[in-house]
């Protein structure tokens, strides 16, 4: 019984959603930006560390949620209602990015 238990807490606090730091950025082609000028650059850059923001603090409360839904139920309950936001913090990371180093190549 005591191993069944372990086991369950196990599963549950692996379904937790992560921290943003935590989550690895999606691979992004640069040179879906390489057509951009430098103004364009820098505003697709700043559009996409503005979503980068919103959905890491997102993920954040997503974490938050799924800790407390742990230790008062049992179960991660962002996790488990949608709230958990990896993808999208994935995304975009890599947007941000494949973003800068087109900069770079472009010597913005």
């Keep these: 019984m005591k191993k069944i238990a372990t086991l369950a807490t196990a599963l549950l606090l692996t379904a937790c959603a992560k ?16 057509g951009l000028s430098c103004n364009q650059l820098a505003a697709e850059h700043q559009k996409s560390t503005n979503a980068l923001n919103a959905v890491s603090a ?34 975009h990371k890599g947007e941000v990015i494949a973003i800068s180093s087109a900069q770079r190549n472009k010597g913005c």
């Design 58 to 91: 997102q993920q954040r409360q997503a974490q938050t949620g799924d800790a407390v839904g742990v230790f008062l139920i049992g179960v991660p309950m962002s996790s488990l209602t949608g709230g958990d936001k990896e993808g999208a913090v994935a995304q």
């Design 19 to 34: 921290g943003p730091d935590a989550i690895t950025p999606m691979s992004m082609p640069v040179n879906a930006y390489s």
